[in-house]
């Protein structure tokens, strides 16, 4: 009879454990839908159709600022004459460049021995840049400066930073736009709507580099010009957008 009891009371207690579990499964089953009750909506809701599109922009403009690049170059017996010659030829175009409202930057300084025992036995050189808006007005000084008796490397024409700064925002702007047709386009193709953007990102595609001028050669003591006509530039940017789709 005990035994008996224990085996029953046994198989109530699995029964009772076995129901446990789908009591509380049933708790999470939403309620059966009644005749006349609204449909109920899924946790989830289609969020709709995500598309990640790129576009880019560019804007032309002249640049507005002109780089000349000179050097002073003398030689003699002693370091000490060679640099002091260069020294009196690179103070000429600093004065100069500062007269002109000019900026002046002074750079690579040097002074090396000849070797091979040829004379003179030592050479000093000095680079000056000279940078502004006036671009005429540079190169009449540089005709002056190469008189004197210092020489030009390098004619270069660039974007000052206010002008390639407002160029940018021109470019981003074309940039913006052109991602925003291109969303529209491929929206009526698969017969959607753009509901949203979900992000978007803007980048600068690299500031244009200056643009080196071809120069002729000329006599050191003519007095010329040399010439270096301005040529323009290009700025561009990029977007990246990701839109929502809806029908």
């Known amino acids: 009879m005990t035994a008996f009891r224990c085996l029953a009371l046994g198989a109530c207690a699995l029964t009772a454990a076995t129901l446990v579990p789908l009591a509380a499964s049933a708790q999470d089953m939403p309620p059966d839908q009644g005749p006349g009750m609204p449909e109920m909506l899924p946790r989830h809701a289609p969020a709709g159709t995500a598309l990640t599109l790129s576009g880019t922009g560019t804007v032309h403009a002249a640049p507005d600022q002109l780089t000349a690049t000179l050097f002073a170059e003398a030689s003699a017996a002693s370091a000490a004459a060679a640099q002091a010659h260069v020294n009196t030829l690179a103070n000429t175009a600093i004065e100069a460049g500062k007269a002109g409202n000019f900026t002046t930057v ?20 000095q680079t000056i840049r000279l940078t502004g808006a006036d671009g005429a007005a540079l190169l009449t000084l540089v005709g002056q400066l190469q ?5 030009l490397s390098g004619l270069d024409w660039s974007l000052s930073p206010d002008l390639r700064e407002s160029l940018m925002r021109q470019a981003e702007a074309a940039a913006l736009t052109d991602v925003r047709q291109r969303a529209d386009a491929a929206a009526k193709v698969l017969g959607l709507k753009v509901a949203s953007i979900r992000s978007i990102s803007l980048s600068d595609r690299g500031m244009p580099r200056p643009m080196p001028m071809m120069m002729m050669a000329r006599a050191v003591s003519a007095a010329v010009a040399p010439e270096a006509p301005a040529e323009q530039q290009d700025v561009s940017a990029s977007a990246s957008a990701t839109f929502v789709l809806m029908p």
Do not use: F, I, Q
Not at 110 to 119: L, P, Q, R, T
Not at 147 to 151: E, M, V, Y
């Open 106 to 125: 002074t750079e690579n300084y040097s002074a090396d021995h000849n070797d091979g025992g040829k004379a003179p036995a030592w050479t000093a050189r």
């Open 147 to 151: 008189a004197k008796g210092l020489a």
